[in-house]
């Protein structure tokens, strides 16, 4: 626990970061979780804009700062890949 006055702050402040990070986190890995259900379950329309919705919430993830640019692009990239794949 800390004593000195900065370091308390720092905690409160941390733990707003880890919050929102975490929320941020939580739907983009959602998005992603409903693209790959709809791409099982052969539908193709709502993969479309599941994919669209999926990677703008990783987009948003990458512009916030919760994940690095080259994991942004890595993760839409496997999931245009599948998108592609289900589609063929």
Avoid: W
Avoid at 77 to 84: D, G, P, V
């Amino acid at each position: 626990m800390p004593n000195i006055k900065s370091a308390k702050k720092r905690v409160k402040v941390i733990e707003k970061k880890t919050l929102r990070n975490n929320m941020i986190k939580s739907a983009y890995k959602t998005a992603i979780k409903k693209f790959e259900q709809a791409i099982e379950a052969g539908n193709m329309e709502e993969a479309k804009t599941l994919f669209s919705e999926a990677t703008k919430k990783i987009d948003q993830a990458c512009t916030k700062g919760v994940i690095v640019k080259n994991t942004a692009a890595r993760k839409k990239s496997s999931l245009s890949k599948k998108l592609n794949a289900a589609m063929a």
